[in-house]
């Protein structure tokens, strides 16, 4: 019955989604921050079914981020913003497709606004854990920290996936 509450897949899961033709398959491609800093890889593509399409990319986090001197229990400047303390194995950090450019000429995503510090912020997941409505919006509010609204964190059915972060014109090929 676990399974009927699941909304996301990776795609390697799923038989019958594939990249859309015109679109790069960016699995295993390097991830880089507004900054240009390499934040990690890309290591499956993840699928809302009811969407039918892709709305996350599942990166796998490098070890730079994961050892940065980053105090979660420590006063942040701004009284907004949550710190959260990621365990051990946690090393996958979901982006939404909306928010990068695919560069193809050198195989790399670049997440457009975010920088190395909110990815080193941001809360992870152990691979293989299944990614929840509470975690989705915990991630974008750490993207996006002044701009959602309640209603739209509140927001638990598909129609989540209709903003601006998960726009597939967004996600475009970038040469």
């Excluded at 921050?33 to 892709?54: E, F, Q, T, W």
């Amino acid at each position: 019955m676990k399974n009927k509450e699941k909304h996301l897949y990776n795609l390697d899961e799923l038989s019958d989604y594939k990249v859309a033709s015109g679109d790069a398959d960016v699995r295993n491609w390097e991830v880089r921050d507004i900054d240009n800093r390499v934040i990690g890889k890309v290591d499956n593509l993840l699928v809302n079914k009811n969407a039918k399409r892709v709305v996350y990319l599942d990166v796998e986090v490098d070890e730079t981020i994961i050892e940065a001197n980053h105090d979660p229990y420590g006063h942040s400047e701004n009284t907004e913003i949550r710190e959260f303390v990621n365990k051990d194995g946690e090393n996958h950090i979901i982006v939404p497709v909306g928010m990068v450019n695919i560069d193809t000429e050198n195989e790399n995503v670049l997440v457009n606004g975010i920088d190395h510090r909110t990815f080193a912020e941001t809360k992870r997941y152990r691979k293989g854990d299944e990614i929840n409505r509470e975690y989705e919006v915990l991630v974008l509010d750490s993207y996006n920290r002044e701009n959602l609204s309640s209603e739209q964190k509140a927001c638990d059915d598909d129609s989540f996936y209709d903003r601006d972060e998960f726009d597939r014109k967004r996600y475009s090929n970038r040469k």
